[in-house]
C-alpha cells in the first residue's frame, strides 16, 4: 500500500463512523466563529468568501506543540520547510506560493522583513490566545506581502478570574521548556503576562545548540459601549549554533547567529454612535540579527573572526471608519507605513577589534488607501467588495481589488466564490545596490491574480461539518538574480518569469460523541513555472515544479479531553514527493524529496484535582514512527522525539 493510499484510508476509517454517531460540535473553526482578519469588520466565518483556519492556542499548548510553526503543519495547503534541526531557518509556502508570499502579523502589527520572507523558527505558541489563518490574496486589506494569504498571531486576552500555571518538560536532544503564565485584570484592565525559555542540544553532534526566550504582554485598557483599547507587546531573543555549510556537510566548530526581536502594537476603537465606528491601530517591529563565524580565511594561516550585522524595524500607522447601514457595511481607511534596513559585514582577529568592511543602509515609506463594502443582498446571500490603492516611495503605485460571494445555493450548502489580485513589493537588497550586486530601482512589484470557488456543507452542524475548495492562481513579474559581467562580475535582479498554482483543498472537522472531536484535510496543488523571459539565465524551464512545495499533503487530527480527567491527542501528517535543487553540485541538478508520513502523541494525566488548578503530568513524542526525512535536501530533520513535563496551575 502506498503512503497516499493509506493516509486516505485512515482519513475514511476515522471520518466514516462519525457519520452515524451522535454528539456535540466543540472545532476551533466551527461556522459560528468570529474571524477578525479576513475583513476590517469582525465576521462570522459562515459569511466569509475565503477559506480560515482558526487554531486555539489553548489547544496547542494542551497537545505540547511549543513552535508555530508546529502548528501550521496542520493546515490546509500550508508546507513549511525546515532546513534541519531546532532553530534552523523554517519557511511557510501557503498553497504553492513563495515563502515571502504570506504576510505575518503579531496582533496586527507586520513582522515580514521587506520583501515578505519571514522565518518561523523562532516564533512559539507561549501565551497565545489563537491563531488566524486567511488563505488567499489579501493585500487588498494588508498591502504587500499578502500574496497567497495571511497568518495572524494573538495574545491572550486578560480574564475576570485571576489564574496562572508554571511548567517544566524535557527530553530528546537535552531539550528543556520552562515557562510560566498569569492571566487577571486591573483598575486598569484585563492583563495576561506570559515567560517562556526553550532549548535543546539540537539534533547533530557538534555545535547545533538552539535557546530561546520570549516574553510578552497584553492589556485591556478600555472595554465597554463606548469604546475598547488594547495595547500589546512580545520579545524574543534566540540564539541558533549551526555547524552546516550550504550544502548540508557538518564542518564548522563554531558558527552561529542570533536574532532579537520586540513587536508593540496598539488597537484602540471608538463607537461614535450605533451606527459609526473609529479605529486607530499602531505598530512597530525591531529586530536585530547577527550572523558570526571563526575560520581560516583562503591563504591565511591563523583564524580570523568575521560578522554580518543587521538591523531593520516597519512602523505602521492606520485609521479607518466604519458604517453599519441596514444591509451593508462600508469601510474606509488609510495606512502609513515605513520600513528601514542596514547591515555591515565586519572581521577582525579572534579576541581582537573588529574593522567594518561595508555597509548597507536603506529606507521607504508606503502610503496606502482603501474601501470595502459588506453586503447581504438577502439573508442567503452575502458579498464583498474591497479596492486599495498602494503608493510607495520605492515603485509605482499599486491598484488591487477583492470581489466575493456567499450563498445558501440549499439549506445546509454555501457556495462561496471571490476573485482577487494582490502583489509583492521587491526587498531592499534587490533594488539597490550592495557588495554583491548592482542596484536595479526599475524593478516591478510580483504580482497575482487568483480566482477560487468553494462548497461547505453543515447539514449535521454539531456532528460534522465539510468543506472544498478549487483555487487558481497566476504569479507574474517574478524577480529572478542575473548573473553579472566582467569586470565586477556584480549581478543584479530582473521581472523575468511567471508561474501558476492551481489546487484543491478538502476538509472535514467532527465530533462523533461528547469529548471527542477531530479534523482532516487532503491538498493537491501544482506550483509550476509558466514563462520566462528569453533573457533569462537561470535553470527553471517551462513545466518545472516550484521547489520544495509538495502535490500532495494531508492532515488528521484527533483529540480527547474531559474536564478533570486524563486528554490524549493524535496528529497525522502527510507530506508527497517535492522538487528540490542538489546544491553540493555546481550546477545544481533537479531532484526529487521522497514523501513522508509523521505520526505525533500527546497525553495529559491529571495528579491531583484541577477545578481550582493543581497538577498535571504530560507525554508528547513527536515523529514517533522515527521517520528519517528532509525538508531541504541534505538537512535531516529531527527524528523521534520524546518530552516528559509536569504543569502546576492555580487560581488566585
Not at 485584570?185 to 538552539?210: C, D, K, Q, V
Not at 504582554?217 to 495595547?231: F, K, N, P, V
Request: aromatic share 8%.
Amino acid at each position: 500500500m502506498t503512503t497516499k493510499s493509506a493516509l486516505a484510508g485512515l482519513v475514511l476509517a476515522v471520518i466514516v463512523p462519525c457519520l452515524s454517531a451522535q454528539g456535540q460540535a466543540n472545532d476551533t473553526a466551527q461556522l459560528g466563529t468570529v474571524v477578525v482578519s479576513a475583513s476590517k469588520i469582525p465576521k462570522p466565518a459562515s459569511s466569509l468568501t475565503q477559506p480560515v483556519t482558526v487554531l486555539l492556542g489553548e489547544d496547542l499548548r494542551a497537545r505540547g506543540v511549543v513552535r508555530v510553526s508546529d502548528a501550521l503543519r496542520e493546515v490546509p495547503g500550508a508546507a513549511l520547510v525546515q532546513s534541519g534541526s531546532y532553530g534552523a531557518v523554517t519557511s511557510l509556502f501557503l498553497r504553492g506560493g513563495e515563502s515571502r508570499y504570506t504576510k505575518v502579523l503579531i496582533d496586527g502589527v507586520p513582522v515580514n522583513a521587506p520583501g515578505g520572507f519571514f522565518d518561523f523558527s523562532h516564533l512559539t505558541t507561549d501565551n497565545i490566545d489563537r491563531i488566524e489563518i486567511v488563505r488567499g490574496p489579501a493585500s487588498v486589506l494588508y498591502g504587500a506581502d499578502a500574496v497567497s494569504g495571511i497568518v495572524q498571531i494573538f495574545t491572550r486576552k486578560g480574564s475576570a478570574e485571576p489564574r496562572g500555571s508554571v511548567g517544566l518538560r524535557a527530553g530528546s536532544y537535552r531539550s528543556l521548556d520552562v515557562d510560566g503564565d498569569a492571566v487577571g485584570s486591573t483598575p486598569l484592565g484585563g492583563f495576561s503576562l506570559g515567560a517562556a525559555r526553550h532549548s535543546t542540544r539540537g539534533i547533530l553532534p557538534f555545535n547545533n545548540e538552539y535557546r530561546n526566550g520570549t516574553l510578552s504582554s497584553a492589556l485591556t485598557l478600555a472595554d465597554g459601549a463606548s469604546g475598547d483599547a488594547r495595547i500589546s507587546a512580545r520579545y524574543t531573543a534566540a540564539e541558533f549554533h549551526y555547524p552546516t555549510d550550504f550544502a548540508g556537510q557538518p564542518v564548522d566548530s563554531n558558527s552561529y547567529r542570533t536574532q532579537h526581536r520586540l513587536t508593540v502594537g496598539l488597537d484602540a476603537g471608538r463607537n461614535l454612535n450605533s451606527n459609526i465606528q473609529t479605529r486607530l491601530l499602531l505598530g512597530s517591529n525591531d529586530v536585530s540579527d547577527l550572523t558570526a563565524d571563526i575560520a581560516i580565511p583562503f591563504g591565511a594561516t591563523s583564524p580570523q573572526y568575521s560578522e554580518f550585522r543587521s538591523r531593520g524595524y516597519r512602523r505602521n500607522a492606520e485609521g479607518r471608519l466604519s458604517f453599519f447601514l441596514p444591509a451593508a457595511s462600508v469601510t474606509v481607511g488609510a495606512v502609513y507605513e515605513r520600513e528601514h534596513e542596514n547591515s555591515s559585514n565586519g572581521s577582525g582577529p579572534v579576541g581582537g577589534s573588529t574593522t567594518q568592511t561595508d555597509s548597507f543602509d536603506a529606507s521607504r515609506h508606503n502610503l496606502a488607501y482603501y474601501t470595502e463594502l459588506l453586503g447581504n443582498l438577502t439573508e442567503r446571500f452575502s458579498y464583498t467588495l474591497s479596492g486599495r490603492m498602494d503608493d510607495n516611495s520605492d515603485y509605482d503605485r499599486f491598484a488591487t481589488y477583492r470581489i466575493g460571494a456567499n450563498a445558501n445555493v440549499l439549506p445546509a450548502v454555501r457556495l462561496r466564490a471571490s476573485l482577487s489580485t494582490a502583489f509583492n513589493a521587491p526587498a531592499f537588497n534587490q533594488l539597490r545596490p550592495t557588495l554583491y550586486t548592482t542596484g536595479s530601482p526599475s524593478l516591478r512589484p510580483e504580482r497575482i491574480r487568483s480566482a477560487e470557488i468553494g462548497l461547505v456543507t453543515a447539514i449535521r452542524p454539531e456532528l460534522i461539518q465539510a468543506s472544498a475548495s478549487y483555487f487558481t492562481q497566476r504569479f507574474s513579474d517574478l524577480i529572478q538574480y542575473v548573473n553579472g559581467a566582467a569586470p565586477t562580475f556584480k549581478g543584479s535582479y530582473a521581472n523575468l518569469t511567471a508561474a501558476s498554482s492551481n489546487g484543491y483543498e478538502a476538509e472535514v472537522q467532527f465530533s462523533p460523541v461528547r469529548s471527542w472531536r477531530g479534523s482532516a484535510s487532503y491538498t493537491v496543488v501544482t506550483p509550476r513555472v509558466r514563462s520566462v523571459d528569453p533573457t533569462y539565465e537561470g535553470s527553471d524551464k517551462v513545466g518545472d515544479a516550484l521547489i520544495r512545495r509538495p502535490s500532495h499533503s494531508g492532515n488528521v487530527l484527533v483529540s480527547y479531553a474531559r474536564p478533570s480527567s486524563a486528554s490524549f491527542g493524535v496528529a497525522v501528517s502527510f507530506v508527497g514527493e517535492r522538487a528540490d535543487l542538489d546544491f553540493a553540485q555546481f550546477p545544481s541538478p533537479r531532484v526529487t524529496l521522497p514523501s513522508y508520513t509523521k505520526l505525533d502523541l500527546s497525553a495529559d494525566v491529571p495528579l491531583t484535582a484541577i477545578r481550582r488548578g493543581g497538577l498535571k503530568l504530560s507525554l508528547r513524542l513527536e515523529n514517533a514512527l522515527d521517520k528519517h526525512y528532509e525538508d531541504v535536501l541534505h538537512f535531516a530533520a529531527p527524528g523521534r522525539t520524546v518530552l516528559i513535563g509536569a504543569r502546576a496551575a492555580t487560581v488566585f
